[in-house]
């Protein structure tokens, strides 16, 4: 510490006088020489701050004396006292009115650059004197530090903490505030360290200084010291330098190949003096290929110096390496162990779509295969077999896979032919991954019995059957031997016949079928079916000519409306129209020629009545236009207007309602056929008595809502024609029913769209079963060759082959619309198919509507029949050839298994029953 001797030389006196010759100060008050005597007082704090400016090389270089007399005048010096000089005397003259006359006194110590270190002020007396120095006292003036800092109250350090790892600096600031809080400017302070050896500090600036950090651990605290002594402080956390990772837990642990391991991997930072690291960074990474790490990003230790990740296990079973750096440190390495990924998943590995007899085992046992999530098979997985469909049984319940992850058991299908599945599954994973089903096929076991049908008609002589001779061969289950190979012979007899297939194969319901063409000669003849070793004979009559006439029947269905169940013993009149008791052409010579009896018809018109499947045929009827009446006991009549009959004809199917004396309604939608979608624009709906009522004065009339909806109210129960017509639609007809005392619904009308020019439309509709039918269209490709349209294939309209099919539709009901946008040269084919196994396509009503040029051409009635295949009608130009047969046979003699050359075969061929078939199987409905 300097000395303060420099300070003490001012105390001396100054001493100061005044020549009589001044002027006076005022007329009455001459003036005279005084003396004052005054000397510096420093207190201790100035003393302190005097020594503490020795830090900053500043130092008093000179004095600054002030003195106001009370008249406002001012006498004022200021003496250089340069650092070299150790006292100095200061002499100043006063003047003096009255003895006693009091002065101000400043004193101010300044710096070399003239700021103001030290100061003070006092009021002195001024003694009359000749002498200087005579009679004078000397008056202490008290001297304070008011230099730089003199104001501050408190001091801060920024930053006021910190952490410092290894060797490093810090940059620090001070600031103060006065005792009124504002920022206190020209500060000065200096700078000291509690412990040189963990840290020293630099003094950069005024307020401003370097700490080193020595790499030492510890806390030190820098302090800043202002010139008055004021101090603040900031405290360093200090850490030797990294240098080791070491594991602390996590390694040795165990779990299934690709999971999470339940502990984390936690790591510490050390230094050399084996006490933790706060704050160093930590990268974790996986060693082993498909393990991973929860994070990638460097994680910093905790303030215990430590760090941890997450470790999902690699795919392979074995030993996985973990491991954590940290800068440039060797990695601390983790190893913990995978085992065996658990079951995932399970597959088909073989014996799928195996065929057996029934009530024999399958070829192969059924194999499934059970993998982990990475696709990797799991050995000693127990999977659970059960049947899901059939009466088969499964040979073992459980059984546990091998080192390929393969499961097998036998499999004993059951009785009925058909289709069988059986589950293969795993406990504790939900399907789909944790089951698979396999499909097992049941044959029949062979010819067993032998069922015949179609015996005993009659036809004209030169005429065919009206229904085909059918025979259905089952095994010793009862289920149907399909693709046996049926031989049809005429045997001898008075009579001839011909058979339109001498050889034929049974379909899938064990059903074979031939038709027949009578001879030229009147009488009974005898046709045998054979089959391996069994045989079934029929027995048909051809009867005589008559003299006139084109005979044909009229056959159909009637159904009770409420129900859909056939009707029994309903009475069918079938009448010229517009007539009542009419005899018609033909009718008493076939009749008696048939039954060879005296009774003639009478002028009552031709009767039928239904029989237990609710079929009527009628006696032959000339071409001609007929009305046929329709009546029930407890049942409302009616009638088909205007039906035309040629040949062999099918009625529209009939429903009747039950008799009823309150009136119901009829409600519905008018949809289009190609999209089953309401219709957006009005139309203008007509409601007429009886089926086929098209003209005349419509009972009510009515138009459709913004929905396409339309209802009648107030009818009486009966059946009745609905007609539509709708702009930019062929006008349709439906035959609607009234049910008495209740609003029947859902009697929607399909409507088709008008088209281009020329267009062709096929629209097919039916009751609510069987749940699914299908349409099929064969014909002839642009250029050459030919196509197949069905659900499974429903081609396009705007290209080759210009023919589509809409919609597949299969709860019932319809429409399923198909569309020949660009007729080609050539003959078109159409057939429906039975694809659902409920109900009976002869008991459906299906109906089809052919538009050809956007008018409706023609309608077709599906037939009697067990067949699941209607063959409607052949098209060609404009020419419309009704066929109308209801068959299962396969007329070609072909296999009933597919191959893909029938398959591609068959896509132009003539729809019979076996190909359609075998499409079928190439595509099977979910």
């Not at 710096?111 to 270190?117: F, I, Q």
């Not at 059984?399 to 992850?405: A, C, F, I, R, Y």
């Not at 008696?592 to 002028?603: G, H, L």
Request: hydrophobic content about 40%.
């Amino acid at each position: 510490m300097r000395s303060s001797l420099r300070l003490a030389a001012l105390a001396a006196v100054f001493l100061s006088a005044i020549s009589c010759t001044e002027a006076p100060i005022a007329p009455a008050s001459p003036v005279t020489m005084g003396h004052i005597g005054i000397a510096p007082s420093y207190s201790t704090s100035a003393i302190t701050a005097y020594n503490s400016l020795a830090a900053f090389a500043v130092d008093v270089t000179s004095i600054h004396v002030h003195l106001t007399a009370p008249d406002g005048s001012v006498r004022d010096t200021t003496v250089a006292f340069p650092v070299s000089m150790e006292q100095i005397s200061i002499d100043l003259a006063v003047p003096l009115r009255t003895a006693g006359q009091v002065f101000i006194a400043v004193i101010e110590l300044r710096a070399a650059d003239g700021t103001v270190l030290f100061s003070g002020t006092q009021n002195v007396t001024a003694v009359s004197s000749t002498t200087p120095g005579t009679g004078v006292s000397v008056v202490p003036v008290h001297i304070d530090y008011t230099g730089p800092g003199y104001d501050a109250s408190t001091v801060a350090v920024s930053p006021a903490t910190g952490a410092v790892t290894g060797t490093g600096t810090i940059q620090v600031t001070a600031s103060a505030k006065t005792a009124t809080g504002a920022d206190v400017s020209n500060l000065l302070v200096r700078w000291t360290t509690s412990d040189a050896t963990l840290a020293t500090v630099t003094q950069t600036g005024n307020t401003t200084a370097t700490v080193t950090t020595t790499g030492k651990r510890g806390s030190v605290i820098i302090s800043a010291i202002t010139v008055p002594g004021k101090t603040g402080t900031a405290t360093f956390n200090l850490v030797p330098a990294p240098s080791r990772v070491v594991v602390i837990s996590g390694g040795g642990q165990t779990g299934p190949a690709g999971t999470q391991l339940p502990q984390p991997l936690i790591v510490e930072v050390q230094a050399a003096d084996n006490q933790p690291v706060p704050n160093a960074p930590v990268t974790f990474r996986a060693v082993t290929a498909g393990a991973v790490v929860s994070t990638s990003s460097a994680v910093l230790a905790d303030a215990s110096g430590r760090a941890s990740v997450v470790m999902t296990l690699g795919p392979t079973p074995g030993a996985n390496q973990f491991e954590a750096a940290s800068g440039t440190l060797t990695p601390a390495t983790a190893t913990v162990t995978a085992t065996a990924a658990p079951a995932a998943s399970i597959t088909i590995a073989s014996g799928n779509f195996q065929t057996a007899a029934a009530g024999a085992s399958v070829p192969q046992p059924l194999a499934a295969r059970v993998l982990n999530r990475f696709g990797g098979a799991v050995a000693g997985a127990t999977v659970t077999w059960a049947t899901v469909s059939g009466t088969g049984s499964v040979g073992a319940a459980t059984s546990t896979t091998d080192v390929n992850g393969i499961a097998t058991t036998t499999y004993r299908v059951g009785t009925s032919t058909g289709v069988e599945t059986v589950r293969a599954s795993l406990t504790g994973i939900a399907a789909p991954a944790g089951e698979t089903i396999f499909t097992v096929s049941i044959a029949s076991t062979g010819p067993s019995a032998l069922a015949s049908k179609g015996g005993g008609q009659h036809a004209l002589v030169g005429s065919a059957l009206s229904a085909p001779l059918e025979i259905t061969v089952t095994d010793a289950f009862g289920n149907p031997a399909g693709g046996e190979q049926v031989a049809w012979r005429v045997a001898a007899g008075n009579a001839t016949a011909t058979l339109t297939n001498t050889g034929t194969v049974t379909d899938a319901d064990g059903v074979a079928r031939t038709n027949v063409t009578l001879g030229q000669t009147a009488g009974p003849v005898t046709i045998i079916a054979t089959v391996r070793n069994l045989s079934a004979n029929f027995t048909v009559t051809a009867d005589a000519q008559p003299n006139s006439g084109s005979p044909g029947t009229l056959s159909g269905y009637v159904y009770n409306a409420v129900s859909n169940a056939p009707l029994s013993g309903v009475t069918v009149t079938v009448n010229a129209v517009g007539s009542q008791n009419t005899l018609l052409p033909a009718f008493a010579a076939v009749r008696a020629a048939r039954i060879s009896r005296s009774q003639q018809c009478q002028p009552c018109g031709v009767v039928a009545t239904t029989g237990s499947d609710g079929h009527f045929t009628t006696s032959r009827l000339a071409s001609g236009d007929y009305d046929v009446s329709v009546s029930f006991s407890a049942f409302t009549s009616t009638v088909i207007l205007s039906l035309h009959v040629d040949g062999n004809t099918v009625a529209e199917a009939v429903p009747l309602v039950p008799a009823s004396t309150q009136p119901g309604s009829i409600s519905g939608t008018i949809k289009n056929a190609s999209t089953n979608q309401a219709i957006s624009v009005t139309a203008t709906v007509e409601l007429r008595s009886g089926l086929n009522a098209t003209a005349g004065a419509a009972l009510q009339t009515t138009q459709t809502n913004g929905s396409g909806q339309y209802v009648f109210s107030g009818i009486a129960a009966g059946t009745y024609t609905v007609r539509v017509i709708a702009p930019g639609f062929a006008t349709a007809t439906k035959t609607g029913i009234s049910v008495g005392a209740q609003t029947t619904g859902n009697q929607d009308v399909f409507v088709s769209a008008t088209g281009a020019a020329g267009n062709v439309r096929i629209v097919l509709t039916w009751l609510a079963s069987p749940r699914d039918l299908d349409s099929y269209l064969s014909g002839p490709v642009p250029g050459g060759g030919s196509f197949t349209v069905w659900y499974g294939n429903r081609s396009n309209c705007l290209e080759s082959p210009y023919a589509c099919l809409d919609q597949d539709v299969t709860g019932g009901y319809g429409p399923e619309t198909i569309t020949i946008a660009r007729p080609t040269t050539g003959t078109y084919h159409y057939s429906v198919n039975q694809y659902s196994g409920d109900g009976s396509l002869g008991t459906s009503g299906a109906r089809v509507d052919l538009y050809i040029n956007n008018a409706l051409a023609r309608s077709f009635s599906v037939p009697a029949g067990s067949g699941r295949n209607w063959t409607v009608f052949d098209l060609d130009g404009t020419t419309i050839t009704t066929i109308n047969r209801l068959d299962g046979s396969n007329s070609n003699s072909e296999s009933r298994v597919p191959s893909a050359a029938r398959i591609r075969s068959s896509a132009g061929a003539t729809l019979d029953a076996a190909r359609i078939e075998d499409l079928k199987r190439s595509h099977p409905k979910p």
